[in-house]
C-alpha cells in the first residue's frame, strides 16, 4: 500500500489549492480514505472523509471551502481548496483504511487509519 501526496504550496489568502493523493495497492471499492492536517505545535487534525461510495464527511472549519472527491479510475483522492486562510496551513496527509463498500461519511470519519501519506505542505499567507 502507498499513498503518494502532491500540489501543496504557498498561496495568498482567499486562493486555492487542489491537493492529490495517489493510491496503489488498494481495492478502491472497500474503503475509506481521508485529508488530515497537522500545524506547527498543534493536534492533528481531520479535515474531510469518504466512503468506497463516495458519501463525505467533511470538518466543521472547512465546510463550504474544502471538497474532497475520488477518481476511481485513477486510484487518486483529492482535496479541492478555496477560500483559504493563514489558519489553514499545515502539513496535509491523506490516509485510507479498509471499510466495507458504502459504510458512510460518518463511519470513515470515526475510523482509524493505518496508512498514511508522506505529507505535503500548504502555507497560507
Known sequence: VQ???SGGGSVQ???SLRLSCAASGYTYNRNCMAWFRQAPGKEREGVAYVDSAGSISVADSVKGRFT???DNAKNT???QMNSLKPEDTALYYCAANWAPFGVGGGYCRGLRYNDWGQGTQVTVS
Open 77 to 79: 483522492l483529492y482535496l
Open 13 to 15: 489568502a482567499g486562493g
Open 3 to 5: 499513498l503518494v501526496e
Open 68 to 70: 474532497i472527491s475520488k
